[in-house]
């Protein structure tokens, strides 16, 4: 069975904090697909990042980061100097090959000023 | 447009009528998908469009729910004699290629109230 767990429900820091932001996985799968999106207030759903099973260098694209390591089933995001507009709702996902997506929880941050 | 719209946007109905969301997909994307979302809850995955292919409807919570493509472009997703727990954001998303790897577009819901 698939599953993703994002255990912080919600977060609260304030602004120029660093967060991480948990994801734990679970597939049977060797080969398979993560990723994050992120759902703004305005509800639309944004694509962060993508990552695949045999790639686990870590990624930095601005003040958002990732870590991926296989062997603890994690791919976590930490967002380095946070800022307002960070606010959202965060999911992981997982796309086990040839299958469909698997959505955690979410985390909820909230940045305060 | 360049993105994936959905219609309407917001649907209010009464329980036991049926209902139907409307999803166009970004052109040229092959892959269709619908999801659920209920009130501070994560995405339930709905059903899985690619191409001419059969679609993966495993993720359908009852016979209630249906949905097609037409032309592999529109999505229709229908509820027959809809309940108060189909209340919920029903989020459509496109994809391009094959393999359901590929990033996700998303549209920006239609929201359910079933009274």
């Known amino acids: 069975a698939q599953k993703v767990t994002q255990a912080q429900t919600e977060i609260s820091v304030v602004e120029k904090e660093d967060v991480t932001l948990d994801c734990v996985y679970e597939?049977?799968?060797?080969?398979?697909?993560l990723f994050w999106y992120k759902q703004p207030p305005s509800g639309e759903l944004v694509f962060l990042i993508r990552r695949n099973s045999f790639d686990e260098q870590n990624e930095i694209s601005g003040r958002y980061s990732w870590n991926f390591q296989k062997s603890t089933s994690s791919f976590n995001f930490t967002i380095t100097a946070s800022q307002v507009v960070d606010s959202a709702v965060y999911f992981c996902?997982?796309?086990?090959?040839?299958?469909?997506?698997?959505f955690g929880p979410g985390t909820r941050l909230s940045v305060l000023p | 447009g360049a993105g994936v719209s959905q219609s309407p946007s917001n649907k209010v109905t009464e329980k036991g009528k049926d209902v139907e969301l409307r999803c166009d997909p970004i052109?040229?994307?092959?892959?269709l998908y619908w999801y659920r979302q209920s009130l501070g809850q994560g995405l339930e995955f709905l059903i899985y469009f690619q191409g001419n292919s059969a679609p993966d409807k495993s993720g359908l919570p009852s016979d209630r729910f249906s949905a097609e493509r037409t032309g592999g472009s529109v999505s229709t997703l229908t509820i027959q004699r809809t309940q108060q727990e189909d209340s919920a954001v029903y989020l459509c998303?496109?994809?391009?290629?094959?393999?359901?790897?590929?990033?996700?577009?998303f549209g920006p819901g239609t929201r359910l109230t079933v009274l």
């Open positions: 996902a997982l796309s086990p090959y040839g299958q469909n997506f698997v």
């Open positions: 597939t049977r799968d060797t080969t398979y697909y």
């Open positions: 998303a496109s994809s391009p290629g094959q393999g359901v790897w590929n990033e996700q577009f």
């Open positions: 052109s040229g994307h092959t892959a």
